[in-house]
């Protein structure tokens, strides 16, 4: 998509923004090339989280000190925007429609992940009417998701799961595949199911 220009030639820092502000209400009409400079600000919102020193402090998460921010990035693909926080931890799919959305919150302040956003801007809603019961939890999470709880909760078993689900972590962490039907033939739907089922038989013990 071509820069906005002003009368003068110079680049029109307005319209230019207003590419990366329409509604959610035509967000999920957004083609890749629109959602691309929304998927590009999103990225500088991360990659600035990253490099602030109290934002991006390490907290204690199973045992271990973990920043919630390595290596953040955010690139637009097939009509979504993938959108990583932690390297290790692979990318979450945002329809059109969520990325306007977050980049909006994140235009007037917000910080954190888009999960965070969903918690603040929803802040009146019973705390049972928006988180399932815990196994119907995990049974709608994504891979990078399911992956992420276990680093959280037993990160001595991550080194164990990349071992016996090499295929599949690297369909996860490398193509950014979140569900069994994210890949394009039988044995990486098969490898990513045996994952996702090995991760929630794992973290409902």
């Known amino acids: 998509m071509g820069r906005a220009h002003n009368k003068d030639g ?61 290596n953040a990035s955010a690139y637009a693909e097939r009509k979504n925007v993938h959108v990583q926080y932690i390297l290790t931890h692979g990318h979450t799919r945002l329809s059109g429609e969520e990325a306007v959305r977050y980049l909006q919150w994140l235009d007037d302040g917000g910080i954190g992940s888009h999960r965070q956003m969903q918690a603040t801007v929803q802040p009146n809603i019973p705390t049972a009417s928006v988180i399932p019961p815990l196994g119907d939890r995990r049974d709608t999470m994504t891979l990078p998701e399911l992956l992420e709880e276990l680093e959280v909760t037993h990160p001595e078993e991550m080194a164990g799961f990349e071992r016996r689900h090499p295929l599949a972590m690297e369909l996860v962490v490398e193509e950014g595949c979140e569900h069994p039907d994210d890949a394009d033939d039988e044995d990486s739907v098969d490898a990513l199911s045996e994952l996702a089922e090995d991760l929630r038989s794992r973290l409902r013990i």
């Not at 307005?14 to 890749?32: H, K």
């Not at 691309?36 to 998460?61: C, G, K, S, Y």
């Open 10 to 70: 110079g680049v029109d820092l307005r319209r230019q923004r207003n590419v990366g502000t329409r509604s959610s209400e035509n967000g999920a009409d957004l083609s890749t090339a629109e959602l691309t400079p929304i998927a590009e600000r999103i990225r500088a919102h991360l990659q600035r989280f990253e490099a602030d020193p109290v934002i991006n402090a390490p907290q204690p998460q199973g045992g271990m000190m973990l920043t919630p921010f390595y």
